[in-house]
C-alpha cells in the first residue's frame, strides 16, 4: 500500500441508467414517498435528512468473514436504532458510518475502525390502497477498488417493520464487485397505506488490505398492487436492411408479468423479457416473419398483436476504406465498409506495392489473410515490405456476407505505415533522466537543451515494488520523496506533420505534463496552473499502475526529422513512496517525407493527373508489356487534365 501525508482524492461521477430504493420509518415524519408507480429519481445534490437516509456506529469488534456471518448480524438490528444522518464529505477514504459525498452526489460506504457499516432507508407507502410490489433500482459504483473483499460489495436487506429478526435479504442488490445498474422486484406481502418500510444495506470491514469505496446513486423505486394483465402497446412492425438489427418492444400493466416472445407463433428460447431483438437479421430467411409476445401472470394472460419484420436485401458492394500496415513491415490490416465473408477472399486478392510503380511489374501477394472482427482483413507479408518507402495495397475479389454476395471493385489504397518510435521494451526504450529535482524555467523541455550529462536508462524509470504495467528497470527516485522527476528522449520522424499522427500509451504515477519540442502536449492526472516543485497531483494512482489506453499527441510540434519528448512526473502528497514513467509512442504516417507521388483524381467527366517531380509522363491501355508504354502527347507538366471516356487507361511517371 501507498503511504502518504494526506489522502484527498475526487472522483467522476458514474453515468448508468435510472434506478431504485426503498425504506420507511413509522415513528419519524417525512420518510420516503412511495406511491402506486415509479418515483422520481433520487439524485443526493444534498445530504438527506435522517427521517429518509440513517446511519449508524456500532460499537464492537466482531469480525463477519462470510456472507452468511453477515446475514446473522443483520437479523441483530433494529431500524429504531440506526437514526444518525449521513456525514459530509468531498473524499473518498474510510469511516465508521456511510456517508454523502456532496462532489459526486452519492452515498457512499467504505469502512474502518468497525467490523461493518450500515446505510438505511425508510419507505412510506402514501397510496389509498396496500402495495403488494416493490421495484428497487439504483446505480452502484466502484470508487475505490477494495485489495481483498471476502464478502464483495454490499448485501442488502428489507422489512416491514424494523425489528430485529425479521430482515429478508435482497440478493439482486447483494454481493456485487463492479459498476452496475441494480434493480430488484420486492414480493412485500402486503404493506398497508400510512406505513413504512425499510431498506438495509451493510458493508463489511476487511480483514485485510484497503476497503473498497462503493456508492449508490440515482435510485428509483416503484409500487404496485398485483393485478390484471393488459397489453397496451403493441409492438410494431418495422424494415430493416439485410445484416441490420431488428428491436421490438410490447408495454403491458399488471404486476407481476412474465414474457414469452413468439416468432410465427413459436416460442422463442430465452426471450422473456419485455423487448426482443434480432441482432443481425437474415435475407430472406427472416423477411416476412411475425413476431408477438404473450405477458401473463396468476390472474390473466394476454397476446400482443403481430409485428411483421420486411428485410430490404443488400445491394451495395463493400467498400475499402483504408489499408494500415504495423511496425513489423509484415502485417497489414485492410477495413471494409461492411462485413466480409470468411469465404469471401484469399490471399490472392491483395498485393503491395511501391507506389507510383506498376502492380503488375512490382507487386507482391500477401502470404496470409485473416478475417478479423467481421470488417477486418488482417494480410500477412514474407519478407517484410521495405522500410520508409511508401507504399500503396491493390485488392480485388473480395466478398460480402449478403445473400447473393456482392464483391468489392478493383481498388487501390494508400498504405498508411506504424512506426514504433519509442517502445516499452528492446533498444528504443533509453531515457535521459536528470537528478535535480526544480528545473522549472531552465529550457529543459527544449529540443535543443544540453542533456548530454544527464544518467540514462531504460524504461520504466522510478520506483515501486508493485508489478505495474511495465516493470521497474532504472531506479531514480528516493523513498518517500515526492520531489518532480525529469525525464527526455529524442525521436526521429521521418515525415511531415500533416501526414503523421502520434499516439502514445504511457504509465505515469501519480501524474505527468509532457512536452512534445518544446510545448505542452498534454497534463495527466495534474492540475491546470503554472507548475512548480511544490506541483502535487490531485489523486493518486492504485497499485498496480496499468498501461493506460493509447493518447493522441498534437501534431502542430511535430518536425520532420529530430524531436524530442519530454515528461516532468508529479506526485500525490508530501511523502509519496513510489514513482514511475514509461512510455510507448507510435506513429502512423500516411506518407514519408521527401518522395515522389503520382496522384489521379477526378473532376465531373474528367480526371486529373499530378505529380511532384520532375519525370515524363506516359501512358498505356495494355500494361502486360512494358514495351506498350508511350509519352503522353504534348509532354504535359502538372497538372494534365483528360477525359474518361473510351478504354480504361494507365498512367505512369518515368523519372529522370
Known sequence: ????????????????????????????????????????????????????????????????????????????????????????????????????????????????????????????????????????????????????????????????????????????????????????????????????????????????????????????????????????????????????????????????????????????????????????????????????????????????????????????????????????????????SEPISPAGFDPSSFQIFPTGTNPELTGVAAMTAVLTNATNIVIGFDPPYTDAVNHSLRLSDVYDTAATPLGVELTILPLHHILQLIDFDGPNNIWSFSTETNLFGTGWEAVNYDDALWPTGLAGLGRDTSANGVPIRTAVYPFNDSAPQFFRRHFYLNADPANTVLSMRHVFEDGAVVYLNGQEAGRFNVGAGALSVTTRTPSFVTDPTPISAPVPLPTTNQAVGDNVIAIVVFQFGDTSSDCEMALELTATITEYANTRRLKITTSGADVVITWNSAGTLEHSTDISNSANWTPVPGSPTSPFTTNTSGSGTFYRLVLP
Not at 74 to 89: E, R, Y
Not at 159 to 187: C, D, F, M, Q, R
Not at 231 to 242: A, F, G, L, M
Open 1 to 336: 500500500m501507498k503511504s502518504y501525508a494526506t489522502v484527498p482524492v475526487a472522483f467522476a461521477k458514474h453515468a448508468f441508467a435510472a434506478a431504485a430504493l426503498l425504506f420507511g420509518a413509522a415513528s419519524l415524519p417525512a420518510q420516503i414517498a412511495v406511491n402506486i408507480g415509479p418515483s422520481p429519481v433520487i439524485n443526493f445534490s444534498n445530504t438527506p435528512p435522517a427521517t429518509e437516509w440513517a446511519t449508524h456506529d456500532i460499537d464492537r469488534f466482531d469480525d463477519y468473514g462470510t456472507p452468511a456471518q453477515l446475514d446473522a448480524f443483520a437479523q441483530t438490528l433494529n431500524a429504531t436504532s440506526i437514526v444518525t444522518t449521513l456525514p459530509t464529505t468531498t473524499a473518498t477514504g474510510t469511516s465508521r458510518l456511510a456517508r454523502h459525498n456532496s462532489t459526486l452526489g452519492v452515498l457512499v460506504t467504505q469502512p474502518g475502525g468497525v467490523p461493518v457499516i450500515i446505510l438505511m432507508a425508510r419507505l412510506r407507502n402514501t397510496s389509498a390502497s396496500s402495495l403488494e410490489l416493490l421495484q428497487v433500482s439504483y446505480n452502484f459504483s466502484v470508487l475505490v477498488p477494495p485489495i481483498t473483499d471476502s464478502i464483495p460489495g454490499q448485501r442488502a436487506y428489507w422489512s416491514l417493520t424494523g425489528l430485529t429478526n425479521t430482515w429478508t435479504s435482497i440478493p439482486e442488490l447483494s454481493g456485487v464487485a463492479s459498476n452496475a445498474t441494480l434493480s430488484a422486484l420486492l414480493g412485500v406481502g402486503t404493506w398497508a397505506p400510512g406505513t413504512d418500510l425499510y431498506l438495509l444495506w451493510l458493508d463489511d470491514n476487511n480483514a485485510t488490505g484497503q476497503d473498497g469505496a462503493f456508492a449508490i446513486d440515482n435510485v428509483v423505486f416503484t409500487g404496485a398492487a398485483t393485478g390484471d394483465i393488459t397489453v397496451t402497446d403493441d409492438p410494431d412492425s418495422i424494415t430493416v436492411p439485410e445484416r441490420g438489427s431488428a428491436a421490438f418492444t410490447v408495454a403491458a400493466t399488471g404486476l407481476p408479468r412474465a414474457y414469452y416472445w413468439l416468432r410465427d407463433g413459436v416460442p422463442i428460447p430465452g426471450a422473456h423479457s419485455a423487448s426482443y431483438t434480432v441482432p443481425s437479421v437474415v435475407y430472406p430467411g427472416d423477411n416476412g416473419a411475425v413476431f408477438s409476445v404473450i405477458v401473463s401472470n396468476s390472474l390473466g394472460i394476454q397476446t400482443s398483436g403481430g409485428a411483421t419484420l420486411t428485410v430490404n436485401p443488400d445491394t451495395n458492394a463493400p467498400v475499402a476504406l483504408r489499408a494500415i500496415g504495423d511496425f513489423t513491415r509484415t502485417t497489414v490490416t485492410v477495413s471494409f
